[in-house]
């Protein structure tokens, strides 16, 4: 979706066909009422974690320096913690980053409630948006991950990077493989 912002001069570039005989745009511009807070030029990555731990956190922490990473540009990383992320964060987003722990063999409350307020109202508007995942767990990420990918594939959103799973204490490798995800998941929003 290109966005288009109003100027002095009329609206941006032409990326939106004009009604005839107005100079106001045929169509929704951004996402939706208001514009959704999205800039032109600019693509939004929205990333929703719950990081009720130490480990949890670390890897959030590499997944957003990943995302702002020198070299990235025309991306605006926004973070929500999952019981504070809404439908509107998620219609103003261009993609979408997603982290949780592994709770008793499923993702976390958090991102399930997240999930539970978001799906319908978001269902039509965000199909084929990409996304990527992390999920930390004592020692199985495999209910959480299935659980993951049973949601994501219901709203139709395609995922885009490699998953990262880390189970126990996370190594070196486990944060380097964050950072990856959050710079392959901001690059591929670069315009």
């Given at each position: 979706?290109?966005?288009?912002?109003?100027?002095?001069?009329?609206?941006?570039?032409?990326?939106?066909?004009?009604?005839?005989?107005?100079?106001?745009?045929?169509?929704?511009?951004?996402?939706?009422?208001?514009?959704?807070?999205?800039?032109?030029?600019?693509?939004?990555?929205?990333?929703?974690?719950h990081t009720?731990?130490?480990?949890?956190?670390?890897?959030?922490?590499?997944?957003?320096?990943?995302?702002?990473?020198?070299?990235?540009?025309?991306?605006r990383v926004?973070?929500?913690?999952?019981?504070?992320?809404?439908?509107?964060?998620?219609?103003?987003?261009?993609?979408?980053?997603?982290?949780?722990?592994?709770?008793?063999?499923?993702?976390?409350?958090?991102?399930?409630?997240?999930?539970?307020?978001?799906?319908?109202?978001?269902?039509?508007?965000?199909?084929?948006?990409?996304?990527?995942?992390?999920?930390?767990?004592?020692?199985?990420?495999?209910?959480?991950?299935?659980?993951?990918?049973?949601?994501?594939?219901?709203?139709?959103?395609?995922?885009?990077?490699?998953?990262?799973?880390?189970?126990?204490?996370?190594?070196?490798?486990?944060?380097?493989?964050?950072?990856?995800?959050?710079?392959?998941?901001?690059?591929?929003?670069?315009?």
């Amino acid at each position: 979706m290109v966005c288009i912002t109003y100027h002095s001069r009329g609206w941006g570039p032409g990326h939106v066909p004009l009604a005839s005989g107005g100079g106001r745009p045929a169509g929704r511009a951004c996402g939706g009422p208001g514009g959704g807070g999205r800039v032109f030029g600019v693509s939004t990555l929205l990333i929703v974690h719950h990081t009720p731990s130490p480990h949890c956190q670390a890897l959030f922490e590499a997944v957003v320096s990943g995302a702002t990473a020198d070299g990235i540009e025309g991306v605006r990383v926004v973070r929500r913690a999952a019981l504070a992320a809404t439908a509107s964060d998620v219609l103003a987003a261009d993609g979408y980053l997603l982290g949780t722990p592994a709770n008793l063999g499923y993702m976390s409350g958090a991102l399930k409630h997240f999930f539970d307020q978001v799906y319908y109202p978001c269902l039509d508007e965000t199909r084929g948006r990409p996304f990527g995942y992390w999920v930390h767990g004592g020692n199985d990420t495999t209910g959480a991950v299935r659980a993951l990918e049973s949601v994501t594939t219901g709203l139709g959103w395609r995922r885009t990077a490699d998953a990262v799973t880390v189970t126990g204490e996370p190594g070196k490798a486990d944060v380097e493989a964050c950072w990856e995800l959050g710079a392959t998941a901001a690059a591929g929003l670069m315009a």
